[in-house]
């Protein structure tokens, strides 16, 4: 029984430019949360997706957006990269109704330059 | 608004007892998580308390007590690999986990 996967591990970027982060949940699980971890702090809620559609978002702008496949996997996008995007991205996978337990991927990291 | 308060540091010997604890204002408050997370893994769930009292899970208990806003995580007989970060996270009525910024645990020998 896999557990949550993410790709790629380490990802290095220039600002403005674009980048699509990977998700794929735990088996069984239905409900994806993202979420970005600055250096040194806690992770930081982005948004989550439910049935292929956004059901919560944190306090994130626009240029991150995301999308939720059949199988339950799942995309973040990041447009117009800053500096400060740079960050730990994890992904979390849940049952609905059973949030308050998710189980982490290994996190993407990602350096903009 | 919402925020959780922890400690940023707790420093303990090997063996010995160590309590992280966790405050919390926000309304519509639905349960209180903790997690671990060791430095440059992902973070691992350990507990959940959507009730009052303690909940036990070997080496590792969490208390929460919503008329005072508090909770803890109780780590007894303490290793070398209990070293790292510990989060508590509040679940809220929309279901999202509300982030603590972490204690990190130093075991000393």
């Known amino acids: 029984d896999a557990g949550v996967t993410q790709s790629p591990t380490h990802l290095i970027k220039t600002r403005g430019q674009q980048v699509t982060l990977r998700c794929s949940p735990k088996s069984g699980h239905d409900t994806v949360s993202w979420y970005q971890q600055a250096l040194g702090q806690g992770p930081q809620f982005i948004f989550q997706?439910?049935?292929?559609?956004?059901?919560q978002r944190g306090n994130f702008p626009d240029r991150f957006s995301g999308h939720q496949f059949p199988n339950y996997s799942s995309e973040l996008n990041v447009n117009a990269l800053l500096l400060g995007d740079s960050a730990l991205y994890l992904c979390a996978s849940s049952s609905s109704g059973g949030e308050e337990t998710q189980y982490f991927g290994p996190g993407t990291r990602l350096l903009v330059l | 608004g919402q925020s959780l308060e922890q400690p940023s540091e707790v420093t303990a010997v090997e063996g010995a007892i160590v309590q992280i604890n966790c405050t919390y204002q926000?309304?519509?408050?639905?349960?209180l998580s903790w997690y671990q997370q060791h430095d440059g893994g992902a973070p691992t769930f350990l507990s959940y308390?959507?009730l009052d009292g303690l909940e036990e899970t070997g080496r590792f208990s969490s208390f929460l007590s919503r008329s005072d806003s508090y909770g803890y995580l109780l780590l007894q007989e303490l290793q070398m690999k209990d070293s790292a970060s510990y989060f508590c996270?509040?679940?809220?009525?929309?279901?999202?986990?509300?982030w603590g910024a972490g204690t990190k645990l130093i075991i000393k020998p």
């Open positions: 996270a509040e679940v809220d009525s929309n279901y999202q986990l509300i």
């Open positions: 997706y439910y049935e292929e559609e956004e059901r």
């Open positions: 926000t309304s519509g408050f639905y349960g």
């Open positions: 308390n959507a």
